[in-house]
T-cell receptor, first 112, second 115 residues
């Protein structure tokens, strides 16, 4: 049984600070890793994906992957109130058309 | 980028009835996925729908309860049959789309309340 674990939070971060979200996964064969943002009442929105060990940066977002430790994280720099949402970590197999296993999500609140 | 739409966006249904949810994508895709998100929970995959073949159901989900159709490469339906209050959830369809990599995108969801 593949498992993806996240701290459910809530995680409160002051505006302008760095928010750090963490995720661990059980299936060592996992190849693809995704972070989705979900606002209350809305569907998940893809914000980052990463396939290789190391860091991947996109604007204020950085995804970090460590396959040896089976750990993936998301850093949000210069946090804004609009970043307040639930962040879902999802893990998949080989590239393309693979079903994803989702974590339970971390609720992030940015405090003005 | 492709657009994914779902109908209805929300519905309130009586126990024992059935509801069919439609998912339309404006580009052809091989596989479509149906998820359920119960209140306060994460996403659980119900089934994977390929065009021209029977859907593949995940553990805990059966075809009699959640029949799926996939008549072409841009459309799928999920029926929630003989509903009970425990079926109250958000139902989401998703597809893989090629941007810089193949990544999975979600439709807007169908919010179902069963009384």
């Amino acid at each position: 049984q593949k498992e993806v674990e996240q701290n459910s939070g809530p995680l409160s971060v002051p505006e302008g600070a760095i928010a750090s979200l963490n995720c661990t996964y059980s299936d060592r064969g996992s190849q693809s890793f995704f972070w989705y943002r979900q606002y209350s009442g809305k569907s998940p929105e893809l914000i980052m994906f990463i396939y290789s060990n190391g860091d991947k940066e996109d604007g204020r977002f950085t995804a970090q992957l460590n396959k040896a430790s089976q750990y993936v994280s998301l850093l949000i720099r210069d946090s804004q109130p609009s970043d307040s949402a639930t962040y879902l970590c999802a893990v998949g197999g080989n590239f393309g058309n693979e079903k994803l296993t989702f974590g339970t999500g971390t609720r992030l609140t940015i405090i003005p | 980028s492709a657009v994914i739409s779902q109908k209805p966006s929300r519905d309130i249904c009586q126990r024992g009835t059935s509801l069919t949810i439609q998912c339309q994508v404006d580009s052809q895709v091989t596989m479509m996925f149906w998820y359920r998100q119960q209140p306060g929970q994460s996403l659980t995959l119900i089934a994977t729908a390929n065009q021209g073949s029977e859907a593949t159901y995940e553990s805990g989900f059966v075809i009699d309860k959640f029949p799926i159709s996939r008549p072409n490469l841009t459309f799928s339906t999920l029926t929630v049959s003989n509903m009970s209050p425990e079926d109250s959830s958000i139902y989401l369809c998703s597809v893989y789309l090629w941007t810089s990599q193949e990544t999975q995108y979600f439709g807007p969801g169908t919010r179902l309340l069963v009384l």
